[in-house]
């Protein structure tokens, strides 16, 4: 069962609050472009993000970064949880909130990615800073807009600060409190950060599967479960945001980028960029060009 409390977008903001009373399968193939701030406000939550994976709690909140893989899933047979998500355009919040010596959005979404545990001071902070910000995007007006990437701000503040806290106290970070390390979502940590090392190289499943001593059909079904994507979908995704990353810092030709890239046939890279960007990759270089770098969307 699936209970919406609140869903409401303004440019550049999109918020979500979800009662999640039963399982809840996440939808598939989840990666996307903007930035994801996803507050756990009850219960618990798998979370998965580029290679490792997070039991989330209320207290913590986790910014997925664009492009970056990620995935929920229920923890063990407790389904039900409640939170709380943004999705952000980094393009559109930076354009209309600027503050001397306070990182872009862009900036804390290359730099802070990953999960973050609140005081409890600083978490009633962030539900109060939701709560007002639930009020003010009701309005739907040029005010409430402004006020709406105010509370944004403040609750990006709160997370980066926490970040910060938590790297300098000397203790446990959240990310090896949180992470899940035993059993297949350490299998899968090892294979995806695998696939991400060697996403140049022409390797086959078979040879995958032979890297980490386990057979085809388990290694594609336990990858499938934790991350939504099978192997080779994991690996192409990894090859086009290398080639994305080659066609905005080099010179160098689609081809030798193919090539680089592990793909054999330049038709085929062709159309994989096309179909996860919607562009092809002289169309995706020549619209980063018209750019300057500091406008340009992660990668």
């Not at 994976?53 to 913590?60: D, F, Q, S, V």
């Not at 999960?115 to 539900?127: K, R």
């Not at 057979?215 to 079904?221: A, E, G």
């Amino acid at each position: 069962m699936d209970d919406i409390v609140f869903s409401r977008q303004l440019p550049g903001i999109f918020a979500q609050e979800a009662l999640r009373l039963g399982d809840y399968p996440m939808a598939n193939r989840h990666f996307h472009e903007y930035l994801e701030l996803y507050f756990m406000l009850e219960g618990e939550r798998y979370y998965f993000v580029e290679q490792d994976t997070y039991r989330i709690a209320p207290r913590t909140a986790i910014l997925v970064n664009s492009s970056q893989i990620h995935k929920t899933s229920k923890v063990n047979s407790h389904a039900e949880h409640h939170r709380f998500l943004l999705h952000l355009e980094p393009s559109v919040i930076d354009s209309q909130f600027s503050m001397k010596d306070f990182p872009s959005v862009k900036d804390i979404g290359n730099n802070y990615w990953g999960i973050a545990e609140f005081s409890p001071e600083d978490w009633q902070m962030v539900l109060q800073l939701i709560e007002m910000m639930k009020t003010e995007m009701k309005r739907y007006s040029i005010e409430a807009g402004h006020m709406s990437v105010l509370f944004v701000m403040q609750l990006i503040a709160l997370f980066v600060q926490n970040r910060k806290d938590q790297e300098i106290s000397g203790g446990s970070s959240p990310a090896s409190v949180y992470s899940i390390r035993t059993g297949i979502h350490q299998k899968v940590h090892e294979i995806a950060l695998y696939l991400q090392n060697h996403c140049g190289e022409p390797c086959t499943l078979e040879e995958i599967s032979q890297q980490f001593q386990i057979s085809i059909p388990y290694l594609t079904r336990i990858f499938k479960s934790v991350t939504s994507f099978s192997v080779m979908e994991y690996r192409n995704i990894c090859r086009i945001r290398k080639a994305k990353t080659l066609l905005c810092d080099t010179d160098l030709s689609v081809t030798e980028i193919a090539s680089r890239c592990g793909f054999g046939n330049i038709t085929y890279f062709e159309k994989i960029f096309k179909r996860m960007t919607e562009y092809s990759p002289l169309q995706f270089r020549k619209s980063e060009d018209s750019f300057p770098d500091s406008d340009r969307a992660g990668i």
